[in-house]
């Protein structure tokens, strides 16, 4: 099968360019060498390619940053997913498309998760703009799935994990805090291409779920994190109205994968188990790379 990996730089897209390779022909340009929001540009990189599949991992995904940069979010985040939706019906190929957790409000009551078929109701211009980019896939798209999740993490890109060894290699000894009321299932980027590796293997069109089984607090998260890694920081919970943000977050970032499960087709693992096999792979090389980065 031949694949058009977009965004294959980044958290996601590195983990499936690696994981996908071995069985596909894996066709993954950098972003000088083509500009997504460029309709001209994605038409002749589709009539080019002739792929079987399109997958869109590229995304502007500061989510503080979207509130001020209107332009770049609709041009990333929108307009991008809309050329190659479209240009997936003209060339007749499939295309897979990561969305976030950030479409809820995040007001149901935790521990009650969000299915595919919840109404999406975001609280920040991210938020709003994967919806978007969701609609635009659907409208123009024959033949998508579009993935749904959330906390990922993963060797290639600057993630929750990353962030949090720095300041604890930076001030060992200084308290860190993190918020204890947003709640969701921390995601390794290797096992969710491993469930697109899966999801290639169907026919399956729509809104999928794929995030880790269970769920935790961003301050567990953190506790799990350093319990593993022997570090002796303390961590603090604090609350998220405690750190004033340009974008509101929401509190519930549950997602259940009820379609993968009721199609058979669920792969992912519990976040812990995942988490301490990340951790025990890449656990001195995160920690060296800190130290470096303090």
Request: glycine share 6%; proline share 5%.
């Given at each position: 099968?031949?694949?058009?990996?977009?965004?294959?730089?980044?958290?996601?897209?590195?983990?499936?360019?690696?994981?996908?390779?071995?069985?596909?022909?894996?066709i993954?340009?950098?972003?000088?060498?083509?500009?997504?929001?460029?309709?001209?540009?994605?038409?002749?990189?589709?009539?080019?390619?002739?792929?079987?599949?399109?997958?869109?991992?590229?995304?502007?995904?500061?989510?503080?940053?979207?509130?001020?940069?209107?332009?770049?979010?609709?041009?990333?985040?929108?307009?991008?997913?809309?050329?190659?939706?479209?240009?997936?019906a003209?060339?007749?190929?499939?295309?897979?498309?990561?969305?976030?957790?950030?479409v809820?409000?995040?007001?149901?009551?935790?521990?009650?998760?969000?299915f595919?078929?919840d109404?999406?109701e975001?609280?920040?211009?991210?938020?709003?703009?994967?919806?978007?980019?969701?609609?635009?896939?659907?409208?123009?798209?024959?033949?998508?799935?579009?993935?749904?999740?959330?906390?990922?993490?993963g060797?290639?890109?600057?993630?929750f994990?990353?962030a949090?060894?720095?300041?604890?290699?930076?001030s060992?000894?200084?308290?860190?805090?993190?918020?204890?009321?947003?709640?969701?299932?921390?995601?390794?980027?290797?096992?969710?291409?491993?469930?697109?590796?899966?999801?290639?293997?169907?026919?399956?069109?729509?809104?999928?779920?794929?995030?880790?089984?269970?769920?935790?607090?961003r301050?567990?998260?953190?506790?799990?994190?350093?319990?593993?890694?022997?570090?002796?920081?303390?961590?603090?919970?604090?609350?998220?109205?405690?750190?004033?943000?340009?974008?509101?977050?929401?509190?519930?970032c549950?997602?259940?994968?009820?379609?993968?499960?009721?199609?058979?087709?669920?792969?992912?693992?519990?976040?812990?188990?995942?988490?301490?096999?990340?951790?025990?792979?890449?656990?001195k090389?995160?920690?060296?790379?800190a130290?470096?980065?303090?």
């Open positions: 099968m031949k694949i058009l990996l977009l965004g294959s730089s980044g958290l996601l897209g590195s983990d499936c360019r690696d994981v996908l390779k071995d069985e596909h022909q894996v993954a340009p950098s972003r000088s060498e083509l500009d997504i929001i460029s309709w001209d540009a994605a038409i002749d990189s589709l009539h080019k390619i002739s792929p079987n599949v399109i997958i869109n991992c590229a995304a502007y995904t500061d989510v503080n940053g979207c509130e001020k940069d209107d332009y770049r979010i609709k041009k990333v985040n929108i307009e991008g997913p809309r050329n190659f939706a479209q240009g997936s003209r060339y007749n190929c499939r295309m897979i498309h990561i969305s976030s957790d950030y809820f409000s995040g007001q149901k009551g935790i521990p009650q998760p969000y595919e078929d109404p999406v975001p609280v920040s211009a991210y938020g709003r703009c994967k919806v978007e980019s969701e609609v635009a896939v659907k409208e123009n798209a024959p033949s998508y799935i579009i993935i749904r999740t959330g906390w990922l993490y060797k290639n890109g600057n993630d994990i990353d949090l060894l720095v300041k604890a290699m930076k060992p000894r200084k308290t860190i805090k993190v918020v204890d009321d947003q709640v969701g299932s921390p995601t390794w980027s290797y096992r969710l291409a491993l469930q697109i590796k899966t999801l290639l293997k169907t026919d399956l069109k729509g809104t999928f779920h794929a995030t880790s089984e269970g769920y935790c607090s301050y567990e998260f953190a506790q799990h994190v350093f319990e593993q890694l022997n570090i002796k920081t303390p961590i603090k919970p604090c609350k998220l109205s405690d750190f004033p943000q340009q974008a509101k977050r929401p509190h519930n549950i997602l259940e994968n009820r379609l993968l499960k009721t199609l058979g087709y669920n792969i992912m693992a519990d976040w812990k188990e995942d988490v301490n096999e990340y951790l025990e792979k890449y656990g090389d995160l920690i060296k790379e130290k470096a980065n303090k």
